[in-house]
Nanobody, 123 residues
Framework: QVQLVESGGGSVQAGGSLRLACAASEYSNPGNCMGWFRQAPGKEREAVASILSTGSTTVADSLKGRFTISKDNVKNILYLQMNNLKPEDTATYYC?????????????????WGQGTLVTVSA
């Protein structure tokens, strides 16, 4: 099973930007669907964005216009560009993959979870 490794988190002020990256532990295609998820303290893990191997993307409605998902198919790295960050974006961000379609983006259908990368946004 491919293991994914997230990076790029940090502490920023509200209105700032960060770009997260997700790399596979081996040079292989982790799956047909790759997604970004986040989990804030005391809350359930939620889907942020997803991308299919075809390039088709989705972003959670509440994050559209601020977050963008992309993938470098040569380097096999998944990215999440986050702009105009808000304190409520504070969470640990994870990437994961699944061989089939993205579906409803329920975390239990995804695998390859890494340690996550922490994003802290201060007011």
């Amino acid at each position: 099973q491919v293991q994914l490794v997230e990076s790029g988190g940090g502490s920023v002020q509200a209105g700032g930007s960060l770009r997260l990256a997700c790399a596979a532990s081996e040079y292989s295609n982790p799956g047909n669907c790759m997604g970004w998820f986040r989990q804030a303290p005391g809350k359930e893990r939620e889907a942020v964005a997803s991308i299919l191997s075809t390039g088709s993307t989705t972003v959670a409605d509440s994050l559209k216009g601020r977050f963008t998902i992309s993938k470098d198919n040569v380097k096999n790295i998944l990215y999440l560009q986050m702009n105009n960050l808000k304190p409520e974006d504070t969470a640990t961000y994870y990437c994961a993959a699944r061989p089939g379609p993205c579906g409803s983006l329920l975390p239990r259908y995804f695998a390859g979870w890494g340690q996550g990368t922490l994003v802290t946004v201060s007011a």
